[in-house]
């Protein structure tokens, strides 16, 4: 029985026992969750359940890892990581995450971002305040403390903080503003591997503004055209797993380089322009570093791969 302090008050309850029950699979903890033997209050709970101070948490015996020492992270990832801050204080700071670099380790994934950053600064209390997919790059925040993390959780739960992406679409909106609301349900197959689906009756909502900025109709060298092509802004109002690729796929523009959502074929005509990657890049973010604070937007500028295939496209 674990009584939470105001240090861990607003916290999700899977985020804390993650970082709890070190050495413990994450299956198995959100196995627990599951079934109940998880208790706070003397209630069951669900995984995004939040931690209030003053509660009572309930946490039944379960077998840890053997303990081992943590993976050192190489000096080229420490070095790419230092290079990565767009922006610090002395409350969070925001990298430019490079695609293809998990955000926490895990499924075989030693070390992601997270894990290296708190190598390079132990004496940190590092947390992430939202995700990033692997293969998507750009602003990533990440907290030095417990109240800052409450803070920026409650800024992007009430809607006041802006997350804008850019992505390349195959095929074209059907409005040059276009708004998605589906709702969104997460499953997991018996491989492990996370899919989400649009589901409007038993899905959460989910809403995402698609801005085309531009359009094009071009042949690759091999003379094959991989039709209507868009590069748009996109703009997150809630932050669903997977919310951007799936609410793309639903409008039939999916994102380009999607593997698991999108269109195999234009996929295979784009990599004709050196495209060998998810064009999905987190461009900005826009919020308030402290209450009292004045708002702070932090670019990210786009890949030079992801430049190189829209200056092939003409």
């Known amino acids: 029985m674990i009584q939470i302090t105001a240090a861990h008050a607003g916290q999700r309850i899977d985020n804390y026992l993650l970082t709890h029950l070190k050495g413990v699979p994450r299956s198995l903890i959100y196995r627990i969750l599951r079934q109940g033997e998880v208790r706070l209050n003397k209630r069951r709970v669900k995984p995004s359940d939040r931690l209030t101070a003053g509660d009572w948490l309930r946490i039944p015996p379960v077998r840890c890892a053997a303990a081992n020492d943590p993976p050192t992270p190489s000096a080229r990832l ?30 075989g994934i030693s070390a992601g971002v997270i894990e290296t950053l708190r190598v390079m600064r132990p004496r940190i209390e ?14 990533l925040l990440v907290s030095k403390r417990r109240s800052t993390l409450r ?94 690729r799936v609410h793309a796929a639903h409008l039939g523009a999916p994102v380009a380089g999607d593997e698991k959502y999108g269109d195999a074929a234009g996929n295979q005509q784009l990599r004709a322009l050196g495209l060998t990657r998810l064009f999905l890049h987190a461009a900005l973010v826009r919020f308030q570093p402290s209450p009292e604070a004045a708002a702070v937007t932090v670019t990210a500028p786009l890949p030079e791969a992801l430049a190189a295939v829209l200056a092939r496209l003409g």
């Open 78 to 107: 420490q070095a790419l990581l230092d290079a990565a801050v767009l922006y610090e204080d002395d409350r969070l700071l925001v990298l430019n995450k490079p695609a293809g670099l998990a955000v926490h380790g895990g499924s």
């Open 151 to 244: 803070w920026l959780h409650e800024q992007l739960r009430d809607g006041q903080m802006t997350k804008q992406y850019q992505a390349l679409l195959l095929g074209r909106l059907p409005q040059v503003q276009t708004r998605v609301t589906v709702a969104l349900r997460k499953n997991q197959l018996r491989s492990g591997e996370r899919v989400v689906t649009v589901d409007p009756l038993h899905g959460k909502p989910a809403e995402t503004l698609f801005g085309q900025q531009q359009v094009w109709v071009q042949s690759t060298s091999s003379g094959q055209s991989p039709g209507q092509v868009t590069l748009a802004q996109v703009t997150l109002a809630t932050g669903r797993t997977h919310q951007i």
């Open 126 to 139: 590092l947390e992430l305040v939202h995700r990033l997919d692997r293969d998507t790059s750009g602003c």
